[in-house]
C-alpha cells in the first residue's frame, strides 16, 4: 500500500496546487504523510454528514472539491461544525485533501466531467488558460450538442442526466429556441457572461444564477440559460476524478479501492412549485 505522502504526489501531479485561484484553499487539510492508504472516498463537500461516511467506509483518505476551510479559521474545536469534522475524521486516522478551482480548469477538469455527464461534445475552453500550449485547460467547456434540440428539451434532458436535488433545472429563454451549441461550467458561473456571449453559443449551462447577472445577460443577447444546483454539476468530477486515481493506481500497482459518496450535500432540500397568477395562466 502506498503512503498517504506517494499518493498526494499523484493527486498533485492532476491538479497542480499552484494552478488554484489566489483566494483558493486547496491541498490537505489533515493528514499523516507516512500514513498508509488503502480505501479513498471522492465527494463535492467536507461536511459531517461525509465525513460520518468516510468512517464507517473505513476510508484513510477523503477527497473533496469544496474546501473545509476557504477563508481560514483560528480554531478547530469540536464545538464548531468544521472543527467536529475535522475532530471525526483524525480520530479515526482519515486524511482531507481539497481539489477546487485547480480541478476547475484541468485537463480534464470538473467542466469536463459535466459536459461527459450531459453528452456534448468538447470543442474547447470556454476561458484557456494562457499557461497551456495545448489550449486544453481552462475554466468552463465550449460544447456541440450531437443533434438539435430545443430549449426546452435541453432542460429536461439535464433534469434526467444530473443528480437529482430539490431545485432541478430552471431555464431562461424561448423554451423552443433550437439549440446547437452549449457552454457549460460546472459550480458558480455567472461570472463569465462575458466570455460565454464572445463564445458565440446558442444557451448556457452552469449554477447559482443571480437575479440581476443573469436579467442583463438575456438584455445583452438572446443567449439561453439554463441554472442547476451547484452540487449537481461538481458531482460528476467525483466519478471522473475517482477513475483517475483507479488508473494511477493501477499503474503503479498500489492497489487502492476508490469509492465515490452518493451522499446528496446540496443544501436545498425542498421545492414547491409556484402556481402562475389568474392574469398569466391564459398566456
Known amino acids: 500500500m502506498p503512503a498517504l505522502n506517494d499518493v498526494l504526489a499523484a493527486l498533485d501531479a492532476l491538479w497542480p496546487p499552484e494552478r488554484a485561484e489566489q483566494w483558493d484553499a486547496v491541498g490537505t487539510v489533515c493528514g499523516d504523510p507516512d500514513a498508509e492508504v488503502s480505501r479513498v472516498l471522492f465527494a463535492v463537500d467536507p461536511v459531517q454528514e461525509v465525513a460520518d461516511e468516510a468512517v464507517r467506509l473505513g476510508a484513510d483518505l477523503l477527497i473533496t472539491h469544496h474546501p473545509l476551510y476557504l477563508r481560514g479559521t483560528t480554531t478547530v474545536a469540536a464545538s464548531t461544525f468544521k472543527g467536529r469534522v475535522v475532530h471525526t475524521l483524525i480520530k479515526n486516522d482519515i486524511a482531507l485533501h481539497v481539489a477546487h478551482t485547480n480541478a476547475d480548469r484541468a485537463d ?27 489550449g486544453r485547460r481552462g475554466l468552463g467547456r465550449v ?46 458561473g455567472d461570472s463569465l457572461f462575458a466570455e460565454v456571449r464572445a463564445a458565440g453559443v446558442d444557451a448556457y449551462l452552469t449554477a447559482d444564477l443571480r437575479h440581476h447577472p443573469s436579467s442583463e445577460a438575456r438584455e445583452h443577447s438572446d443567449l439561453a440559460l439554463v441554472d442547476a444546483a451547484h452540487w449537481a454539476t461538481e458531482w460528476p468530477w467525483t466519478e471522473q476524478a475517482a477513475a483517475q486515481l483507479d488508473e494511477i493506481s493501477d499503474r503503479n500497482g498500489w492497489g487502492l479501492r476508490t469509492h465515490v459518496s452518493r451522499t446528496v450535500t446540496d443544501p436545498w432540500t425542498a421545492h414547491a412549485q409556484a402556481h402562475a397568477p389568474a392574469h398569466a395562466a391564459s398566456l
Request: proline share 11%.
Open 108 to 134: 480534464p477538469g470538473v467542466s469536463d466531467a459535466l459536459a461527459g455527464a450531459l453528452g456534448l461534445r468538447i470543442t474547447g475552453p470556454l476561458v484557456p488558460d494562457p499557461a497551456d500550449p495545448a
Open 143 to 188: 460544447c456541440e450538442l450531437d443533434r438539435p434540440q430545443t430549449l426546452r428539451e435541453f432542460a429536461e434532458h439535464a433534469a434526467e442526466a444530473l443528480p437529482a436535488t430539490a431545485q432541478g433545472i430552471r431555464a431562461a429563454g424561448d423554451p423552443d429556441r433550437v439549440l446547437r451549441t452549449v457552454a457549460v461550467c460546472g459550480g458558480s
